[in-house]
């Protein structure tokens, strides 16, 4: 009996070795860290808090903030035009490429996304729209500093990206060591992961865009994984006959557009090169409002 029980475990032993090693599940050391935001965490809350809050709206917190849905994301607008892609190239571009955060916050019934990003310099016809004091203000707490750069509000829940590629992760069966996010690719590539396995193969994953007609988003993804060439090849065939609603853009200032600089809504391409030097808007409208809270204060004493 001793023997037959011995051969059975002996058995099961050798089956359970054989089992394909595809069981990848902790995914989170795979995404880019958020290290840059880390020391303005409390600035962050406090833009947000200054920029959003309402007659008795309760203050955000990072209680209110969804970790996991933490986005790092590269600015790829010129990616395409490289005439090969490998792991050294992808690197280099990472190193020098203008990048950003998503935050995703849920407070009571709304979820309020918010981008983080570093300031760049305003042009010279920006700074003709802003006072002294405001391109003070600007210097002080906005250029070449991580800072908030806008926030929209969203009755929906939060696009869980992370999800969507952890599923075509599990799909093909294929062990990865790193990803990364990436905007502006194209046209209609507008957002996309990128997966290196542990061969350092590169492989592009669409999040957002438009492919042969096709809409893809969180709620519509498409699992397919694409090589460099290929992804390439998708962007050049697109011929856009009217502009494709872009997710990264940004209505600054959410659902109060009364004190938005000229009180014209301003959009911001927020992965975009180009767009970046507005980003100056976003402290401006936190400043202004900044200002008459003090000026509120000041009076009520």
């Given amino acids: 009996m001793k023997k037959i029980l011995v051969i059975i475990i002996s058995v099961i032993f050798i089956f359970g070795s054989c089992i394909p090693a595809f069981a990848q599940s902790n ?17 962050i809350l406090d833009d947000l808090n200054t920029a959003i809050i309402k007659d008795n709206q309760e203050k955000i917190s990072f209680d209110n903030l969804d970790y996991d849905g933490i986005l790092k994301i590269y600015d790829a607008s010129d990616w395409l035009e490289k005439s090969e892609f490998n792991l050294d190239e992808l690197n280099s571009l990472i190193n020098n490429s203008i990048r950003f955060y998503r935050l995703y916050f849920h407070l ?18 920006l700074s003709k729209e802003y006072s002294n004091e405001e391109i ?60 290196i396995t542990e061969n350092s193969e590169i492989q592009f994953n669409i999040l957002e865009g438009v492919v042969n007609n096709k809409t893809i988003n969180c709620d519509n993804p498409d699992d397919t994984l694409y090589c460099f060439e290929e992804l390439k090849e998708i962007a050049e065939k697109h011929t856009a006959t009217s502009e494709v609603d872009d997710p990264l853009l940004i209505e600054i200032g959410g659902p109060t557009s009364d004190e938005k600089p000229n009180n014209k809504p301003i959009i911001i391409a927020t992965a975009s090169a180009g767009a970046s030097i507005l980003i100056a808007a976003a402290g401006i409208i936190i400043f202004i409002k900044k200002k008459k809270a003090k000026a509120s204060a000041e009076l009520s004493e």
Avoid: C, M, R
């Avoid at 995914?27 to 600035?43: F, G, T, V, W």
């Avoid at 309020?112 to 305003?122: L, R, W, Y």
């Avoid at 599990?170 to 209609?188: D, R």
């Fill in 136 to 195: 003070a203000y600007l210097k002080e707490n906005v250029i070449g500093k991580w800072h908030v750069q806008s926030y929209a509000y969203d009755k929906s829940n939060n696009p869980n990206y992370k999800q969507n590629i952890e599923n075509v992760i599990k799909n093909s069966k294929t062990e990865y060591s790193k990803i990364h996010f990436a905007a502006n690719l194209s046209k209609n590539i507008h957002f996309a992961a990128i997966l």
């Fill in 27 to 43: 995914y989170s050391n795979l995404y880019d860290d958020a290290k840059d935001i880390k020391p303005i965490e409390n600035k």
């Fill in 108 to 125: 009571n019934n709304d979820y309020i996304n918010a981008t983080v990003t570093k300031g760049a310099e305003p042009t010279d016809d």
